[in-house]
């Protein structure tokens, strides 16, 4: 499986992955078709490949049916971008059976350990919605979690589509992992590096990632961080819409509690979210 010269395949950790086929090969057009067809079919997969690190997963979607219509006896050889996007839109499943499918390896940085890691850390857990986000957290005590941080989630939403004018479409997905080590296996990031860094939370894959306040001895302020890694997501999404999105950033981040939206206050044991 390749996407040989004109598009590689990204890792999550950002490499890329160089196969043996040709995409000439895999996509050939009909000889009649020629040059043209041949130049499409690269045009799209190229489109395709920058729609999903975009996280613009409908423009995705759209190249991709376009690139099945262009060579429906080959594919097969675009279940990786069906792989991606299904892993984008947390169908973890289906996500590894395609990843599989394509012929992916299932070493460490490929996106089918990293499917497959994911979906054996999400596949017990619940899940509570708002208008705007989709809350999964691990079954027991975080339960608790879930009305502060959608109630966390929606304020920092509205504080920030009043001053930018603008807000994600859809709803953004937000998943609960249990401790340091989960984190490394839904993000990529080593547990060397989490330790070393402090890392608590991500923004990545077109979805938020936190660690349980019940990880940490004395808690942290975690509703802030749900907050902080929004920010994140916001940024991102917004440079798919042009610069003028971004208008008032800089003064509204540095405006003086301008932006920041109060919260109700959790029971007294989960204010330093000591729940061990």
């Avoid at 589509?161 to 479409?169: I, N, Y």
Wanted: charged letters at 25%; aromatic letters at 10%; hydrophobic letters at 40%.
């Amino acid at each position: 499986m390749s996407l040989g010269p004109w598009v590689a395949w990204r890792l999550p950790g950002g490499g890329y992955l160089i196969l043996c086929l040709a995409l000439a090969l895999l996509l050939r057009p009909p000889e009649a078709a020629g040059d043209e067809l041949r130049s499409e079919v690269r045009s799209r997969l190229q489109s395709l490949d920058q729609a999903i690190n975009d996280w613009d997963l409908p423009a995705a979607k759209k190249e991709l049916a376009e690139l099945e219509k262009l060579g429906p006896e080959n594919v097969d050889s675009l279940q990786y971008f069906q792989g991606r996007i299904a892993f984008e839109e947390g169908r973890y499943a289906e996500a590894v059976e395609l990843f599989s499918s394509s012929g992916l390896d299932e070493k460490p940085g490929s996106y089918l350990r990293l499917a497959k890691d994911t979906q054996k850390i999400m596949q017990e857990h619940r899940r509570a919605e708002s208008a705007h986000f989709i809350f999964f957290y691990p079954k027991g005590k975080d339960e608790i979690l879930a009305p502060y941080a959608l109630e966390t989630l929606e304020s920092i939403r509205q504080a920030l589509s009043q001053d930018l004018g603008f807000a994600p479409p859809g709803k953004v997905r937000v998943e609960v992992v249990n401790d340091a080590r989960e984190l490394s296996k839904v993000s990529t990031l080593t547990y060397k590096q989490i330790i070393t860094t402090g890392t608590i939370a991500i923004c990545k894959f077109n979805k938020l990632m936190i660690t349980s306040p019940k990880a940490v001895l004395h808690g942290y302020d975690w509703r802030d961080t749900l907050a902080h890694e929004f920010v994140h997501l916001r940024k991102k999404v917004t440079t798919r819409y042009g610069s003028g999105c971004m208008r008032g950033w800089r003064s509204t981040s540095s405006r003086a509690g301008g932006a920041r939206p109060r919260f109700r206050s959790l029971p007294r044991p989960w204010r330093c979210s000591a729940i061990g």
